[in-house]
Nanobody, 118 residues
Framework: VQLQASGGGSVQAGDSLRLSCAAS????????MGWFRQAPGKEREGVSC????????VYEDSVKGRFTISRAVARNTVYLQMNSLKPEDTAVYHC????????????WGQGTLVTVSS
């Protein structure tokens, strides 16, 4: 599967953005889909993911109540709606697809930069 993230930009604190991750090659229904981010000088961290098995969703604590992950299988796209953005959300956001077949295999798309100014 190939992944292409888009939707990043420069916004003010309190604004919203919606990131998209368009997949090609395989259906996203076969993968656990997630969003990760890496801020300057920091390690990559998981933001949110949605299970291929039952659609269950997990959020990193700092984004709970502000970010919403969703998937549109017909469009083969995963979204991350980000509301009430804060300067600390500034990072390069990457989408990720993972599949278990005896072992985990992860696929990554190129990132999209989100910059939030105060």
């Amino acid at each position: 599967v190939q992944l292409q993230a888009s939707g990043g930009g420069s916004v003010q604190a309190g604004d919203s953005l919606r990131l998209s991750c368009a997949a090609s090659g395989r259906s996203i229904s076969s993968y656990d889909m997630g969003w990760f981010r890496q801020a300057p000088g920091k390690e990559r961290e998981g933001v949110s993911c949605i299970s291929s098995f039952d659609g269950s969703i997990v959020y990193e604590d700092s984004v709970k109540g502000r970010f919403t992950i969703s998937r549109a299988v017909a469009r083969n796209t995963v979204y991350l709606q980000m509301n009430s953005l804060k300067p600390e959300d500034t990072a390069v956001y990457h989408c990720n697809a993972e599949q278990y077949s005896g072992s985990w295999t992860a696929y990554w798309g190129q990132g999209t930069l989100v910059t939030v100014s105060s």
